[in-house]
């Protein structure tokens, strides 16, 4: 039944819990709104990152599906540590800023957990001053929202942070990221990350060059 409204959005509340089985029979994968198609069944396979356990996402991690078994591998020979959080991506994600002023646009609060284990890794990363690399920018969203008083708060919790240029980034160093669409709150906060004007030109760049934008497209290493 429907129990309220948020935005463009109708919420909608089951009387019956709703099982990973009910999502996997009459479920469809959520792509994001750009692309003009309905789901098949390579979806399930391509919008998803190798790393997934948990159902109830509605959007991929996408910064994540540049990551294969094979390169974490490799990552982990090479002494790169690797901390997994649980994210639940929330349609917002694909809403534009409309308002003429940006902080009178209203996030949509998604959930994160972060487990004792990956929050330890991290704050041990942090003490020995390695750079701490968020993948995507909800995994960094996820990461500021939790960090508060010098350590990262573990456990289950929610977030509507709105990150623009003029924030003041607390755990991240660095973020890989996909290329956004234009007039989104995450083309907000890579330029908020790395500073208006870079982003632009590397905007202009990757157009030249003809590099693959939104979902399934290339991504950026910035530090």
């Not at 479920?27 to 979806?43: F, T």
């Not at 997994?84 to 694909?94: D, K, P, Q, R, S």
């Not at 996030?107 to 942090?126: D, K, P, Q, R």
Request: one cysteine or more; a negative charge; glycine letters at 8%.
């Amino acid at each position: 039944m429907v129990s309220g409204f948020e935005g463009d959005f109708v919420l909608l509340e089951f009387e019956k819990e709703v099982t990973d089985g009910w999502f996997e029979k009459y479920g469809s994968v959520p792509l994001p709104p750009y692309i003009k198609r309905k789901d098949n069944p390579q979806d399930s396979e391509r919008y998803q990152t190798v790393y997934a356990k948990q159902t109830g996402s509605a959007a991929s991690p996408t910064a994540g599906l540049h990551f294969t078994n094979g390169l974490l591998d490799a990552l982990k020979a090479r002494g790169i540590a690797s901390a997994f959080v649980t994210l639940h991506v929330g349609l917002g994600t694909f809403l534009p800023v409309r308002c003429e002023n940006v902080e009178d646009h209203v996030m949509h609060e998604e959930s994160f957990l972060i487990t004792g284990e990956s929050a330890s890794v991290i704050e041990e990363a942090m003490a020995r001053k390695r750079k701490i690399v968020a993948v995507g920018t909800t995994s960094l969203r996820a990461l500021e929202s939790a960090f508060c008083g010098g350590r990262l708060k573990p456990g289950r919790q929610s977030t509507s942070i709105f990150i623009y240029p003029g924030y003041k980034f607390k755990a991240v160093d660095a973020l890989f990221t996909n290329f956004h669409t234009p007039l989104s709150t995450l083309l907000m906060l890579v330029c908020a990350f790395a500073g208006r004007e870079l982003i632009l030109e590397s905007y202009a760049e990757a157009v030249r060059e003809e590099y693959r934008f939104f979902s399934y497209g290339d991504a950026m290493l910035i530090f």
